[in-house]
């Protein structure tokens, strides 16, 4: 399969990722708010995969600034933390794209537990948040949530191609 | 890579120690107003199916019930007159020189925070309505937060339930002040410090005494939910329910306290003693 360049993966990157803004600015009842997946960092991560000529650790780090302007965190936490879990992605990515739905699953959710881990670190420099296995909800969430992310993102790239 | 780490930990190094990124904040505000009005879609569409799904019987229904509160509502507030009329009087009888009224404007939930850890919502009133950073925010059940950032046209308030979140307040049945932080768990609350002797059951009231210069005293707070005595711990653990509807609440009242001089009373307590400190018994006698 030849690499798409048109322009309309483009329109399909940004087209996904205000879907997962949305996605993540939802609200959730109570202790389910703890379990959101990170759509942002999900979706982003799928392109980095699969479009790697438009999605760069730049971009995937301008998408986390964004996430942190948008909702009133400390600005860099999020950027910090998707750059570099972009970064390893893109060390293992030749692995990654290899593996098939059902393993692709528990490597989303060791990317999420390296997100929320660097994440939650920046924040308790300067928060006092409760510490505690909530921490790691998303990327159980996030493993469960891949399969519909990367069936939904593949049928979005057939559309726009 | 290396470089965007360090941009990043410069970014966060900055924002969390000086005020120089703040208006990088205020600019960016509006882009995520669309976003953080989509979220409460799900709640507005709820109510929307509440209210324009009801039968015509249940509509009149409600109708009666809210017309008999009304009027229940104004039956109370005839003595309201009268009591506040009469705390007046004493108060001015006790040389008290000013009273505390407290006005409210009407706003609404525009957003929710996603963060988990963080008890943030957005409401629709801002600097333009004269919102300042420090106000209490009510519903109609209980006290739910205070603004801690206006913008132009909306503000963000942090809730009382949120783990950083802490506020004086004082016991009804026996006017015992205390500390209520919150917990990061909308449903519960916890009072800080409170040693085994003290007297303090399962539904007891908490009204916030206004000892913080923050809030305006008298509003509900919660009541005690659950009290759980540990032999080997210093103090007691004390679950408060709060009374507000933290997490459902869509219309809120944002409280502004002003201080009101009595004008049919004019003051010549204060000023002796700022003259004289040393008479300021003999005068108070």
Redesign the interface.
């Known amino acids: 399969m030849p690499p798409d360049n048109s322009p309309l993966s483009l329109t399909a990157i940004s087209l996904s990722l205000i879907a997962a803004?949305?996605l993540?600015?939802?609200?959730?009842?109570?202790e389910l708010?703890?379990w959101?997946p990170p759509f942002v960092l999900l979706v982003a991560a799928y392109w980095l995969l699969v479009q790697p000529h438009y999605v760069g650790?730049?971009f995937v780090?301008f998408c986390?600034?964004l996430l942190d302007?948008?909702?009133?965190?400390?600005?860099?936490?999020n950027?910090?933390a998707m750059?570099?879990t972009a970064?390893v992605l893109t060390t293992q990515g030749y692995r990654v794209r290899h593996l098939s739905l059902p393993f692709q699953c528990p490597a989303a959710m060791l990317i999420v537990m390296l997100y929320q881990t660097i994440w939650m670190s920046?924040?308790l420099?300067?928060?006092?948040?409760?510490l505690g296995w909530?921490i790691f909800y998303p990327a159980l969430s996030g493993a469960l949530t891949w399969p519909l992310i990367a069936g939904g993102l593949y049928h979005l790239r057939r559309i726009f191609r | 890579m290396l470089m965007l780490a360090v941009v990043s930990l410069t970014l966060i190094a900055i924002d969390s120690l000086t005020p120089w990124l703040r208006p990088a904040h205020v600019w960016l505000e509006p882009l995520a107003q669309p976003f953080q009005w989509a979220s409460t879609l799900p709640m507005r569409w709820r109510e929307w199916n509440e209210e324009s799904l009801e039968s015509r019987a249940a509509i009149i229904a409600n109708n009666d019930k809210l017309e008999t509160e009304v009027l229940v509502y104004k039956a109370q507030l005839q003595r309201m007159a009268e009591l506040s009329a009469e705390n007046q009087q004493l108060k001015s009888l006790l040389n008290g020189a000013e009273l505390i009224k407290n006005n409210v404007i009407v706003a609404e939930l525009t957003g929710i925070s996603p963060d988990p850890f963080r008890h943030f919502i957005t409401i629709n009133r801002g600097a333009s309505d004269d919102i300042k950073e420090g106000l209490a925010v009510i519903d109609g059940e209980g006290l739910m937060g205070q603004v801690v950032k206006a913008f132009e046209n909306h503000s963000r308030v942090l809730l009382i339930t949120d783990s950083s979140h802490a506020l004086p307040v004082y016991n009804l049945r026996n006017n015992v002040r205390s500390i209520i932080e919150g917990t990061g768990d909308f449903q519960r609350l916890r009072l800080r410090h409170v040693s085994p002797t003290q007297d303090i059951q399962v539904g007891d009231t908490f009204l916030s005494s206004g000892l913080g210069q923050r809030f305006p005293s008298g509003y509900p707070v919660g009541t005690v939910s659950a009290i759980n005595k540990d032999p080997g711990q210093a103090f007691i653990d004390v679950s408060i329910s709060p009374a507000a509807k933290v997490d459902r609440s869509l219309r809120l009242l944002v409280v502004f306290t002003t201080v009101e001089t009595l004008d049919n009373y004019s003051q010549p307590i204060s000023s002796p003693m700022k003259k004289s400190p040393g008479l300021s018994n003999a005068s108070g006698q």
């Not at chain 1, 993540?24 to 109570?30: A, F, K, M, N, T």
């Not at chain 1, 302007?69 to 936490?77: D, E």
């Not at chain 1, 420099?125 to 409760?130: A, M």
């Open positions: 803004f949305y993540y600015s939802l609200p959730l009842q109570g708010a703890f959101r650790i730049t780090w986390g600034l302007l948008l909702y009133g965190n400390i600005i860099g936490q950027a910090l750059s570099v970064y920046t924040r420099l300067s928060e006092d948040i409760v909530p």
